[in-house]
Structure formats: structure tokens, C-alpha cells
């Protein structure tokens, strides 16, 4: 036991115990036991079972781990509560104060918070068409329009949280919402504006929603009008409106049993007013039943020195004041001082680095002290940001305006400083002291001339000016025995001026590209006002943050004038030298940033100044001086509401929601391990391309905890893998082909310890040369074997060479990659049976039917002792659906080995290095056109980085090629395709599959087009639109086209031609900012693509064909020789009427079916159709058990499934249930039904989706099939279909064992699942039927009862295929897709010419999604697909050591976390987000109308990225350049401050500069 200590007790004696080290969690009293300093708060919460907290990312980035901490502030004197990472807090950081969790704030049992969740009265339901299993009953059209934050008061009595705004899919990061805002509602005295709510949720990420939703929920907590505040009367509140337990406002949480809601509606009724009550501290008697209370004894407790211990010899102290900590010091000189951990965590957990002793100097009072002088500020070295930030507020408030420049700037650095988590908890010191060159704070010291104040180990204290702190890189001006006492921020003078600036590629928490501070004090002499003295300091130029010297001598005594920023400039040139290979890479845009920002501030001051003179500067330069100012979010959603039944067309809530708000759900890191269960960390490979040599396990074996080092020997079963093509080994043998390849894997007790002894294994490589590019694959004719497609429409070389083309152009497209970032890792728990006969797994995948076959083959295990069970997934978007199956294997070996659980969860930059990326891709193209803009020809070469293996990388080309038109008719095209061998992992499927990467291509050239005709892009988009009937290039003719009315109804919505004279206009005034709109369409074909269905249809004879009769069509040329082999190979005794017949049927088959085949070959295209499996189960209470193959990953997938469930039932949808999805329930499946004379036959040929190689499983309804003629069949159709193993199931047997689920992917699954689930419950409908005529039952349970009791078989099967499709390569010809989804996005930007800072003013989306069978859930995917594609198309940048990036190692990803890669957060949110349905077409070709969602609305946000290069346009236009010029998505601030060209970027570059990208 470690040591607490009384505040008396001074002396620190290492080993001596006292009191225990508490905690309190939700109210628990917990004793902390010695030894875990090495443990994180959050680490220790999912320990003790509290799962709901998350680890998304280890290192402050993401806020899934945010709880809320409380104590007593002993400065303030009051309690506090704040957010904080748990994942950043060392346990011990925290002793003696309260946390609270999500599970503490509210749960399904003992009811939820406001925040997490509020029951809403009906929405008003306007006139209406309302469809009842199909009938109109109605015929007025219902449409529920809502217009969210547009009209306050209907906000505010809206009363939506979380859960019931749809702010929760895949729910991983729902709690750390929940608790950035209830930790904001409780340390709130005053209920938060809607500003404070956006900058407390700053950071925390979500993948899924799109932030609308989540916004939405909580502004209602925001106060928006006084009167709630104040002195509303009862009377004023709508009847049944409550008030807010935490907020004091109206809401509507109702629970009865909820004291806060009776009591404050007396409270209001009896004093007029309403009181916020949560943030009152101690009194529990005013928090309702549910708020947990500041725990007494915590009160009572005074804060005591603390000694423990951890790991590895590991020593905390908690010295309580100055004297212990300069005695501990003095003992300790290398101890590491630690207040938020922000820095010292990051650099322990993710760099590896080992400190012995770490000393939290948290509570030392004199680290504390903010102390406001005469002549400045006086800020303790462990003043954490958030208080600073309010003290600078204050003092902004209450002194005179020419004394608190500086704090103004402070101001408005530390807003953009990190999220609320980080500042809650990073003080001023760990910032100074760290020394990073990119700190934001540290150029603002230096610039406005603070001064350090340092104390020795004696006491003695020095001051020091901040200008000459820093010595080099992370190196300060400090001895091992000095620690940073204070900070004395000066006030500033009249004309001292100081300012902050940041560019960073994310405004909101990211860290800067280059920042700066800058100061002048200016004198009056005469007319004249001259430099007295200034500082200019930028951040990100060099290893420290840098003074810019000569610029500074420069300025001092010259007047403040043009002559002044001319001659400053150039001396700044020769200050910031930056290396053309320099770490961080951008250094042409660094560069240019360091003049902007000069040039800003000189046009600052002199706005400054000018109050009082005339600078002569003309009004639109004031521009660049204009702050970033967001308003709130607008969001506005219009759909109708098509019901049909009980609950098909409603906007249902997410089913898991409620668990998910509370943290109650699962995901498959929750899964609780038994104590003998082991963690797993992979060995990975270092090198790009390399021999191994040797592998030295021996320091590895000797690691603590260790259990176990397995390697490719080491595999029981196959060490080969692969979804499609077996290219992979599990475990390398010989070579490694990419960094980050999988060597082997390590097991020990806890995940720290595999990881440590994983990093113990030696390798010695010998290196190959390594191909880092397309480029490269492409010089090297590094391609994957047959791997090459072409698709042809037309003659494209007649068409160019006919001379009717007016114009012929050609170009290249970079299209960049995009990293998954779902925000649950990758994680599997894998367990044996039976001492190993049986393996189980828990997944987190998209495809659980891909993790059991690979565990299957890599164990050497049948398919059926596998079995791989998947409740939920936190975010999937397709890295989860071939890239987590490996991770599964990879655990399964030491699990099957061992006969142990064993788990492996990826940390975040593992998982981002090692499971692939959307596919970068190149696009060459020449495209022929009239002068009017018509399209003639296309000829365009496409190339994908598959990384090295083939994964899925050819069907993700396919869709390319096949969505290379996007919507424009075009009568010659030619698309050659190539999939690349590259050194990198293997890249994957990602939302879109493709289909983005080739439209975006499309994209360029329509607008490449524009600028070479003069016209606007949308001209030239509109007169090639495709429409009913059009032929595509691959022969599919398009039926019940939306695309021209939906957008007409877009364009007359966003008044495009108002918007662009609008843009023009602002531009015209405004010479350093530019605004930029553009529309843009999109087809989406929904089916899948993939290549084994084309396997399918060539292995397949055309036996089944001609009797076929249901929609599941084969169609193929007809291969005689096999179906001849067939007939030969097959006995076809008298007694065995099967084979005969099939002899009969393929003999006549050849003679006469075949002909007529190729004839219907010609028309539909070959194929097969892909199909759903379903399990439904009726019970006798009348409640319904589905079970399905497609894998909930936030998207709703089961919530529409029970919506279909439910209406079909005409039950209420609380009475279905969604089970998990599990590999030995349902599975995919294909359905061909034959009539073979007058018998019918149903044939289920389940496969897995995209695997080539597939087992086999058959139904066979009728009873002829008994006797030995079923293992003819059996026979039969394995050499038939080419598969090894067949497994038949008879009518009446069981259907239980049926493998091969398919990934959950291609937006297709509820069109599959919805269709399978209907099936299966029509089928009970049928059997009840009889029953349900016979009696009147006053319910479905007694319906249900009854019919059991008569011996009904109330469970069926129900499986679904996509009819019609199939697409033939060697042809050209097919359809492969069932249908399309239309939609349209305009958007319109500004962007800052000088930094290339950006962001969306307006975003408006059209799609056309049939009949929704839930609306909500619909337009959560198109708002989270489209900030999803605003991130690729703007934002995501990866950057790989390849020949663009020589300062990061080659082959490795430099961006493998939230820190370094930026997806969009809250901030990125455009300010007007509408999202509407088009009204009024049902779509004939998927379930109840409806159309698939999930992908589609991804590309529209290339709209962002042609109104950003619109933008761009203009403002090179202002310098006289009108030539068009190439930009790479993502248009980060590099890519559009670069292409914006003027006098300062002109220094560095070419007009022709392209900054670097990794393809
Ligand atoms: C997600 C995330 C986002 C971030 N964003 C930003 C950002 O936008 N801008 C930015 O500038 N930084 C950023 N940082 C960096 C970090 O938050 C800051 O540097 C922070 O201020 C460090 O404070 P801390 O209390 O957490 O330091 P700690 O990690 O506790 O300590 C940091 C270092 O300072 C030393 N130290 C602390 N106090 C003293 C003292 N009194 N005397 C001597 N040495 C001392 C410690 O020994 C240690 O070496 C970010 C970090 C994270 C994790
Ligand atoms: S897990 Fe803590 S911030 Fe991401
Ligand atoms: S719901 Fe936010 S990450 Fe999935």
C-alpha cells in the first residue's frame, strides 16, 4: 500500500502507508491500491466494468474517453467539475475527487438524463398521405417539414436530446458527448449559449452524424431567451411542459419519477422565476433523484501528499506545497513534473518513453496563483488554460482596453488551442516547459515580452525573459534542479499592439502548421507613428519557436507605413529558413504563411491606428484582418412521411440509442474477459519491402506477463489468405511487402505487456527496393495479376480523329485516399470449446461470415466449428469488412494454440497504419467536346493503389470505371483500368467503393471544360445530363431517372444564380477573402459489384436457366463442353430419377435452351442475383425475434429491419427485437428456384459475398429429394458450381447451420435484409392466417398463442435476392446494378486567399431516396456521409514516406492519429446544412418504395470542393491569372492558399505549383 500523507507530514518516506487512496465513482467509494501508477483513469474505469467510456484514440484527440471529474478547488474555493480524457488522466491524478461517468449520469433502469435522453410528444403531423400495407388512406400529401434552429422558441420547446434528435448511430462516441455536455450543464451557473455548447463539444468526434443532430440536441440546454431565465410565468409553459433538471429549463424528460420536474414547476409557479439546479454543489436536497451528489466524505477530506507506485518501478508523488515539490525535486532531478499529462502521457504511451518518477504538482497553491497586478498578470505555472482563458476574459472586461492587447490575443489563441478536455486539465507551464516548436502559446509570451519566473531546488528564484526561455528543440532554459514557477504577462500600452495568429489544417483543435504572435509599440513623432519596439515570433518554421530577428531590427525606427511591410517581407525571407526536405514537409505554404501573417498584422495595426489616422488602405484589404466567426448552425431537414403499417415511413429513433447514450451498449473491446483471458499485440513488419533474415524472440520471451510469440511456423491451418484472390500470408515467411505487415503475435496478460514484448522482437531485414506511388507502380508496370478492365461505348478514336469534336483536352487527376476512422478500432475476442474442437469469436466487423472463414482456414478448422458473432459496431464504413477479418485470424492462432480467450484490440495509429485506406487514384484523361459544351468522346486511363494485396481493390476500380460518367451522356468512351501493386498495406473498401474516386475525375474535366469554354460548370453539367432511357456505357439503361427534377428543385431552392452573383458581388469588395458556390449531381448504382458474382455466373451451366422462374437470372453464354462433362460425369441410373432428369434437362438444354439464353443473355447481361437470409421468430406474448445477416454499424440497418417487422405484423415496433448477428444464424444468400417438370424446387445457394472460393449450403423444398438422389444432386451441383464443400438442407430439417453472411456494405443491406425479414414474416402470416380468419383475437400475443397451440410453426426463414443484375466483362454488356440513387449538393464557401483557410456558408442536398422507410435514419446517413466526403474532398490528408514526403521513412504513414490526421469536427459543420427528399417517386425496384442511402450522398460533397475551387478562381483572377489550373482533393489550406497566387506566395512558387500528395 502506498502512502497518503498529512499535509503536516512534509518528508516524502518511500514504502510508509497511512490513510487509503480514494476515489469516488458514481457514488462508490472505491480504495485505490498501490501500484497502478502506470495506469490511465480510463484504463482503470473499464477495469472495474464501467465499459461505457471508450477508447477511441489514446491520446486526447477524439473525446470517446471524456468523463466528468469533480473536487474542491482550493484557490477558487469552490467545487468544480470539468470534462477531462480519461484516457490522458493517470489514475492517481485524480484521488480524492469524484468522477462521474456516463454510467453515472443516467441509465434504462433507474431512468435517463435530459442530455441523454427526453420522451417527445407526437411531432404535429400535417395533411398527409398515409399508406397502410399499401393502400392510401389519405390523400392529401403528409409532409413533416422541420426546421431545426431556425425559430428559437420552437426549438426550445422542441425538448430533443440526443438519443431522440438522432444524434446517436453508431453510438462509440455518444458518451463522451453526453459527458462534455453534462459536465458543461453542471459546472455552468448560468444555463451555456449555444456558443459555450459548440466549443465544449469541440472535442469530441464523431464519424457518423455529421454533428447536425448532435447540436441540435443539445442547444435546446442553451439559453435563447431570458424569459425562461427569468420571469416567465407558469402560464407561459405549454401544459405538460417540464423543466430541465439540470438546466432549469422547459423540457419535456417527464419521467414521473422525477422530483426536479414536480418541484420546479412549483418553484416557478410560486417565485416567477426558474433556477438552473444543478450546479449547486453540495446541497443534495435541490438535485432531482438521479444527479449525483458531491460525495460528503470528499468534502470533508482535505487533499493529502501522495507516494505510490507503479509499473516497472514506476514512483508518483502528489507534493502539496512548493517545499515538498523543490525537496522531491532535489531527490528526484530527472522527475517529470506533471499537471494535465497531455504531453508527458502522449509521450509515454505513444512514443515509449520511461520516466521513473512523475510528481504532480497540480495542487501546489504557489503553481496556482492568478494574480491580477498594476502592472500585469502573475499566472502560476500550473494554471490549467481554462482558467487562464476566463481570467484573461475578466481582465478584457474590466481594464482598460489599451492594457489587455496581449490578453486579447491570448483570447483568441487558446480558443482554437485544443479541445475542452485538453484545457480543462493542460496548464500554462507544460506547454512553456515542453518547449514544442509548434506551441501556440509560447510565440505570444515571447512576443508580448513575459517574463519566466524559476525557482531552484533552494528556493532561489530568477527571472528570465520568455524571448530567451528557449534554446532549441523541446530545449528550455532550465537546469535539472529548476522547475517554472510563474509567468508576469505585462499589460500593454496605448499603440503597443499585440496579435495571435494559427493556421492549422483544422480550426478547431488541431495543432498549428506554422503560428505566430506579433507586437509593436508604436510612437507618435509629429504626423508620423514609428516602430519603438516589436517582436515578431512565428511557431512551425524551425525546431523552436522563432524571433525573427533582422525583421525586428529592420522595423524599430521606421514609420508604420508601406515602404515598412515592403522592406519587412523580404528581411522575413532571409529570417524563416526552412529546408526543401524539412520535417513537416509544406514548406513553400510555411513559407507563405509567415508573410501573410505579417502582412495581416501590418494591416491590423494600421486598422488600429486608423481609428485615430488615415493609413490610405483601401477598404477591401480590410479582408484579411476579419476574425473567423461562426454563427450557429442552421440545420433544416424536409422530408414526407409515407407510412405504411404500423411503422414502415416513420422517423423512428435508432433502437439501440437509449443503450448507447447511457454507455449500456456493447461493442467487442467491452466484452468482459474471463481471468485466464490474454491480450494479443501483432509484430509488424518496419520495412516497405525486405527479405527477413532472422527473428530474435528471445528478449520478447522474457517480457513481463508474457504468454506466448507465434509466428508463420507457427499457423495450424493455411497461412494463406485473402477475401478474393488468396495473396496474403496471415504471418510474412520469407518477405514483407509493406510496413506495418503482420510477422506474427504476441500474447501476455494485459494488452500494455503484449504490446511491450511485441516491440521486444529483433528483426533483421535485408531491404528491397520498394514502389511508393502510382506513379512508380505505373513506370514499373507493377500491376496485380488480371487485374486489367476496359470498358468501350462508341468509337473513341473515330470521334477525335472526325474533327467533330470543337475542342479535345486532357489532363491528370491525383484523387487522395481517406482513412476509415470509425471510431471504434479494430477488435476481436476469440475463445475455444471443447479444449479447442470448437472456435467462437466476438468481431468487430462488417462481415463476421469473412472473420469465420478466415479463422476457419488458418486454424485448419471446418467452417462449421467456427462461429463468429457481432452484436454492434462503433463505425465500419468498409474497413471493416476484408481488413478486420486478418486481425481475427491473427488472435485465433494463440487462442487455438493456448486454449485461451485471447483479445486484440489495435491501438488507433496501428489500426490506421496497418487496415488500409480508401484508394488513392490516378485518372489520365482526354475528353472531345463542341464549343457549346456538349460531350462527344472520353478517353480516360484509371489506376487504383491497391497497396500490396488485391483485397478488393479490382471491384473498387470496377465501380470506378462504371461511375466515370457520373451523369453525363456520352456517345464514345473508353475506360482502361489498372489496380496497382504498391508497398503499401492494402488498401480497401471505403464508403462509395470507388464510385467517388471515378465521379470526382468526371468532375475535373466538366470544369476543366467550363474554364476552357468560359462558361459556368453547372452549364456544361446540364446540357450532358443523362435521363430515362439513356444507355450507358456499360450497355445498363437507366429507368425512373429523378436526376433532372431533382435538380431543377435544387437549383431553384439554392437560387444558384442569385448565390453566384451574390459570390461576385462580395468578391468585388473583398480582395483577401473569396467566396466560391457550386452544384453538383451524382448516380449511385446500389448492388454490389463484386467480382465472385461474375465468378458465379461462369461456373453455373445453363441448366438452371431455362427454368428458372423466379427473378434470380443466370444468364451466360453457354459453356457445352462443361455441361457435356457434366452429363458424362454423372450416372444416371433408372433408380435414380434425379440425375436422369438432369441429364435430360442439360441434354435439352444444349439442344434447345441454349440459343435462347444467349438471346436473353443479350438483352439482361449474365449473372446471378445476390441475395439476404433472414430468421424470424413469433413468440406467444407476441413479441418477434429477428435475426438477419447484416451487421449493425450505426447506419439503422436493424432499426429498419424491425420497422418492416413491425408494420408487417401490424405490431408495435417495441414488440420486435434485433438479435445479434451471429455466423451460425442466417447468412447471404443467393435463391434460384427451378420448376423441373411439375415439381418446384427451391435451390438457396448461400455464398459469401465477395469471395470467390465460397462453400455451398442448398434447401431443397420438395420431398423427391430424399434417398440417395440427394447426394447425386449434392454431387451434382458441387462440380457444377464449383465449390468444395455443399451442404444440402431438407424442407423439414433444420436450417440453423447456414453459413456465409455477407459484409454488411454497398448501402444495400436494408433493400437485402428489409426484403429477407418481409419474406420470412409473410410466411408466418400465411400460416396464422387460417387461425387469425377463424377467430377475432384482440391482440397479436393471442393470435400468436393460439396458433401455437394449434401446432403452427411460428418461426420462418426468409431470404431475398437482388433480381435483374449481373454484369459481363468479356462483353461489356449487363446490368450491374438494381437501380440508381439521384441526388444533387450545392455548396458555397469563403475561403482566406492568405492562409487558405476555409469554410462552408452553405450546404443544400437533394436526394432521391424513393419512400424512406424511416426518414430520420435516412437523412443522418446523407448528413454524415456528406461531412464524411467534406473531409476526403477538403480536409483528410495522408501522408506516406514515399517520394513526396522524404522526412518521414519510407512506406510508413506519418498521419496515423487525431493529432496529425484532421477529420471534420463540429466546427466543420457548414452554417446552413439543409438536407431534403425529393417527394413523391417510389422506387419500384427495392422494399416498401424505398432506395438505399448509406453511400450515394458521399460524393456530393465535392461540391464543397468546386465552390472552394471556384473560389480559388476568383481570386486568381485578381492577379491576372485565367488558365485553369489542377487542385488535388483534399483542398487543405496548403492546396488553396497555394493555387490562390499574389506577391507573397509568388517569392516561393510557380504559377504551376502543385503542392505534394501521396497517390
Ligand atoms: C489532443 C491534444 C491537443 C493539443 N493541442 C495543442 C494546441 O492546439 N496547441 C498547443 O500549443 N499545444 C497543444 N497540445 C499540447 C499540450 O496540451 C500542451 O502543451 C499543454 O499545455 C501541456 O500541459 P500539461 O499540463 O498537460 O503538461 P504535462 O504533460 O503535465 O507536462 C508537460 C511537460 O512540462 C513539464 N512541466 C510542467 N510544469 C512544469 C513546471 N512548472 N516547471 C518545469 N517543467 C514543467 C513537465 O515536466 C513535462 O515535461 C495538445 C495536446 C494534446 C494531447
Ligand atoms: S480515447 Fe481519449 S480522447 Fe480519444
Ligand atoms: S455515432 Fe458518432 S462516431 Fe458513430
Known sequence: MGSLKNEEEMEPIEGESSKDAVLYVNGIRRVLPDGLAHLTLLEYLRDIGLTGTKLGCGEGGCGACTIMVSHYNEVLKKYVHYAVNACLAPLYSVEGMHIITVEGVGNRKTGLHPVQFTEMQAMPLRSGMLCVNGSRESQSSLIYKRLCLLDKLSRTLQHESLARSHGSQCGFCTPGFIMSMYALLRSSELPPTEEQIEECLAGNLCRCTGYRPIIDAFQVFAKTDDAFYTNTSSSDLQSGDFLCPSTGKPCSCKSKSLNGAETCKKSTANENKYEPVSYSEVDGSTYTDKELIFPPELLLRKLTPLYLNGFGGLKWFRPLKIQHLLELKAKFPDAKLVVGNTEVGIEMRLKRIQYKVLISVAHVPELNVLHVKDDGLEIGAAVRLTELLQMFRKVVNERAAHETSSCKAFIEQIKWFAGTQIKNVACVGGNICTASPISDLNPLWMAAGAKFQIIDCKG??????????????????????????????????????????????????????????????????????????????????????????????????????????????????????????????????????????????????????????????????LSATQPFQRPSIMGNQDYEIRKHGTSVGSPEIHLSSRLQVTGEAEYADDTPMPSSGLHAALVLSRKPHAKILSIDDSEAKSSPGFAGIFLAKDVPGDNHIGPITHDEELFATQYVTCVGQVIGVVAADTHENAKLAAAKVVIEYEELP?????????????????????????????????????????????????????????????????????????????????????????????????VCKTKRIGGGFGGKETRSAFIAAAASVPSYLLNRSVKLTLDRDVDMMITGQRHTFLGKYKVGFTKEGRLLALDLEIYNNAGNSLDLSLAVLERAMFHSDNVYEIPNIRILGRVCFTNFPSHTAFRGFGGPQGMLIAENWIQKIAVELNKNPEEIREINFQGEGSILHYSQQLQYCTLGQLWNELKLSSDLLRAREDAKQFNLQNRWKKRGVAMVPTKFGISFTTKFMNQIKLILPHLFLWVIKCNAILHNEVDVSLVKKLVMGIGCGADNPLPSMVARLLLHHIMVVAPLVEMMANCHGPGVAVGAGALVHVYTDGTVLVTHGGVEMGQGLHTKVAQVAASAFNIPLSSVFISETSTDKVLRYCKLELDITAVSVTLELSVGCSCMEFDCSVQIKSSIWHGPCVCDFSFLLCSVLGVGRLKLHMEDGLMQDVPNTSPTAASASSDLYGAAVLDACEQIKARMEPVALKHNFSSFAELAGACYMQRIDLSAHGFYITPDIGFDWTTCKGNPFNYYTYGAAFAEVEIDTLTGDFHT???????????????????????????????????????????????????????????????????????????????????????????????????????????????????????????????????TPERIRMACLDEFSSRFIDSDFRPKLSV
Open 460 to 621: 532561489n528564484i530568477r527571472t528570465i525573459m520568455a524571448e530567451n526561455f528557449f534554446l532549441g528543440y523541446r530545449k528550455v532554459d532550465l537546469t535539472s534542479g529548476e522547475i517554472l514557477l510563474s509567468i508576469f504577462l505585462p499589460w500593454t500600452r496605448p499603440f503597443e499592439y499585440v496579435k495571435e495568429f494559427k493556421q492549422a489544417h483544422r480550426r478547431d483543435d488541431d495543432i498549428a502548421i506554422v503560428n505566430a504572435g506579433m507586437r509593436v509599440f508604436l510612437e507618435e513623432k509629429g504626423e508620423d507613428l514609428v516602430v519603438s519596439d516589436a517582436l515578431i515570433v512565428y511557431g512551425g518554421v524551425a525546431p523552436l519557436s522563432l524571433s525573427a530577428v533582422k525583421t525586428k531590427e529592420f522595423i524599430i525606427g521606421k514609420n508604420w507605413d508601406q515602404e515598412l511591410l515592403q522592406g519587412a517581407l523580404k528581411f522575413l525571407e532571409t529570417d524563416i529558413f526552412l529546408k526543401e526536405d524539412a520535417p513537416g514537409g509544406m514548406v513553400e505554404f510555411r513559407k507563405s504563411l509567415t508573410l501573410s501573417f505579417f502582412f495581416k498584422f501590418f494591416l491590423w495595426v494600421s486598422q488600429q491606428i486608423c481609428m485615430k489616422k488615415s493609413t490610405g488602405i483601401p477598404l477591401s484589404y
Open 770 to 866: 520498394a514502389i511508393l506511388s502510382i506513379q512508380e507502380a505505373v513506370d514499373a508496370k507493377s500491376f496485380h495479376p488480371n487485374s486489367e478492365k476496359c470498358l468501350k461505348k462508341g468509337d473513341v478514336d473515330l470521334c477525335f480523329q472526325s474533327g467533330q469534336c470543337d475542342k479535345i483536352i486532357d489532363g491528370e487527376v491525383h484523387v487522395g485516399g481517406q482513412e476509415h476512422f470509425y471510431l471504434e478500432p479494430q477488435s476481436s475476442l476469440v475463445w475455444t470449446m471443447d479444449s479447442g474442437s470448437e472456435v467462437h469469436m466476438i468481431s468487430s466487423t462488417q462481415a463476421p461470415q469473412k472473420h469465420q472463414k478466415y479463422v476457419a482456414q488458418v486454424l485448419g478448422l471446418p467452417m462449421s466449428k467456427v
Open 1401 to 1531: 456558408r452553405t450546404a443544400n442536398i437533394i436526394l432521391d431516396l424513393g419512400y424512406s422507410i424511416n426518414p430520420a435514419i435516412d437523412v443522418g446517413q446523407i448528413e454524415g456521409a456528406f461531412i464524411q466526403g467534406l473531409g476526403w474532398v477538403a480536409m483528410e490528408e495522408l501522408k506516406w514516406g514515399d517520394a513526396a514526403h522524404k522526412w518521414i521513412p519510407p512506406g510508413c504513414l506519418y498521419t496515423s492519429g487525431p493529432g496529425s490526421y484532421k477529420i471534420p469536427s463540429m466546427n466543420d459543420v457548414p452554417f446552413k446544412f439543409s438536407v431534403s427528399l425529393l417527394k413523391g417517386h417510389p422506387n419500384v425496384k427495392a422494399i416498401h418504395s424505398s432506395k438505399a442511402v448509406g453511400e450515394p450522398p458521399f460524393f456530393l460533397a465535392s461540391a464543397v470542393f468546386f465552390a472552394i475551387k471556384d473560389a480559388i478562381i476568383a481570386a486568381r483572377a485578381e492577379v491576372g491569372h485565367h488558365e485553369w489550373f489542377p487542385l488535388s482533393n483534399p483542398a
